[in-house]
């Protein structure tokens, strides 16, 4: 009987719709099989190479009829990406000219591939662990640098490695325990309290693992940048302007933005979410009064508040009460429509030591220097390079798990409780860090992770 990692499966492995090439990629023991039957080289070729490219047309075998001019490479296991043989043909990059290949594969019995099941594949065959798997995802959905960075630590195999240390330093506790439990009475040289440091030592390992999560979040979501100020300083224009696009609503009557408006945007490398409010005053209606709960309710959760006052009219007494609100927050002032006259005055940000940055959403003047003063502020709280940084809530609670274990077993080694249920606690701890690295895993986990890769990954 052929079990499901027996059979050869095939996807087309490029976006759907019009391109300049797309590629159908096929993987499994028949691929040279399949390529040989239906795919005519045009110099005469003998038995095709591993990894060389070869210029010829896919036809149907059943008709000999020509579907389109094609490059493919035949890719020999095990030094490929599933560890099977692969075959990849680039055709051109239509939508029917692609299907035609898919389904002639198909005819040759090949099956179509789930989504991620080549990765899975990968992972199955030992190539690698469900760390770098899960990291493929992670790279395809990059949308930053920071956020590529972590994800090619983890393809690397460099949060794998961490991992691998963790596990080898819970081990050697376990052995220490367990020669305890064997030799009670011996005297064997068994020092108490370097056992109970050992596990100290991993759990904090473990602990600054989880700490780094929240970091990883904000690499992935991006730093949550919250535009404050009274109505009609400028506040819309101001997002509009930062994200180069049309976004928010902008007229000159007071009260115009009532609900949250977000967008994100790429600051050198950072991804910034940025959300424009309605302006602070005493609400008119029902709709703003929701509006501006909505913006005292964000405020606290916001990595950078940008308050924003209007240089033309000077800091008003609704001005100084908004920023009584938000001054024990992270805040940069904008002091916006300088193209008018400035009658702010500097000292009161001089006494209160807060930086700003002078604007026209109008003219543009000063928005380069509005995106790299958000830049500064908010890079002195980004991680730095190299660091491990967890970004993965399964692997943020598979570590809280972990977490658990390792305090339980020091507050069990403690109390001198039976040491059996110490090593038992560190055994729970080995086999949770395991799942994170895939050593141990489910039919349940493996469907979770790779449902939501794309077909042909
Ligand atoms: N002269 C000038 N007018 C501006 C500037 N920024 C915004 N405005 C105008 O001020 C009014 C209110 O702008 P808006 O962005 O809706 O303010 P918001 O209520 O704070 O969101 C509109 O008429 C804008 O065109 C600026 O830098 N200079
Ligand atoms: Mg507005």
Redo the contacts with the bound molecule.
């Keep these: 009987m052929k079990t499901e990692k027996d059979d050869t499966i095939c996807a087309i492995s490029t976006p759907p719709g019009e391109a300049g090439i797309g590629i159908v990629r096929i993987s499994g023991h028949s691929a040279y099989k399949i390529l040989k039957k239906i795919f005519r080289p045009k110099a005469k070729t003998g038995e095709f190479l591993s990894r060389k490219f070869y210029l010829g047309r896919i036809v149907d075998p059943r008709t000999e009829r020509a579907v389109d001019e094609v490059l493919a490479v035949y890719m020999k296991a095990p030094k490929t990406y599933t560890r099977e043989d692969v075959v990849e043909i680039h055709s051109h990059g239509g939508s029917y000219v692609q299907q035609r290949i898919l389904s002639i594969i198909l005819n040759e019995g090949a099956r179509l591939a789930e989504p991620g099941e080549f990765t899975k594949r990968a992972f199955l065959n030992g190539r690698i662990d469900l760390l770098q798997a899960e990291s493929v995802l992670a790279i395809i959905q990059s949308e930053s640098e920071r956020e590529l960075d972590c994800a090619l630590a983890q393809l690397d195999g460099r949060l794998s490695k961490k991992m691998g240390m963790i596990k080898e330093e819970i081990k050697t506790a376990l052995a220490l325990v367990e020669a305890q439990i064997d030799f009670p009475e011996e005297d064997v040289d068994i020092d108490h309290a370097e056992i109970k440091s050992r596990i100290e030592r991993v759990r904090k390992e473990v602990s600054y693992l989880l700490d780094s999560y929240s970091t990883g979040r904000i690499i992935k979501e991006g730093y949550l940048v919250l535009i404050v ?1 009274r ?8 997002l509009n302007e930062i994200v180069l696009k049309e976004k ?1 609503i ?3 009557l ?1 009260g ?2 009532r609900d949250l408006i977000e967008d994100v945007v790429i600051i050198k490398g950072i991804k910034v979410k940025i959300v ?1 409010t309605a ?1 602070i005053r005493d609400p008119r209606d029902m709709v703003e009064r929701e509006g501006i709960e909505r913006v005292r309710r964000m405020i606290p959760e916001a990595d950078l508040l940008l308050w ?1 006052v209007d240089g033309s009219e000077g800091l008003l007494i609704e001005d100084i009460k908004i920023y009584e609100e938000i001054k024990g927050f992270n805040v940069l002032c904008v002091i ?5 006259n400035e009658r702010v005055d500097i000292d009161f940000f001089m006494d209160k030591g807060l930086s700003y940055v002078k ?5 543009g003047e000063g928005i380069s220097d509005l995106r790299d003063a958000i830049f500064k502020n908010l890079d002195r709280k980004s991680p730095k390079k190299g660091g491990f940084v967890i970004t993965n809530a399964r692997h943020r609670d598979i570590l809280l798990k972990t977490n658990e274990f390792l305090g339980r077993a020091i507050s069990l080694f403690d109390r001198n409780i039976h040491n059996e249920l110490v090593a038992f606690e560190l055994k729970e701890a080995l086999s949770a860090i395991g799942e994170i690295t895939g050593e141990v895993y489910s039919d349940e986990i493996l469907e979770e992770i790779f449902s939501r890769f794309c077909i042909g990954k």
């Design positions: 100020g109505t009609n300083v400028g506040k819309s224009s101001l928010a902008v007229t000159p007071p115009t933005t424009d302006g924003v916006n429509k300088i193209d008018l604007t026209s959403a109008l003219t």
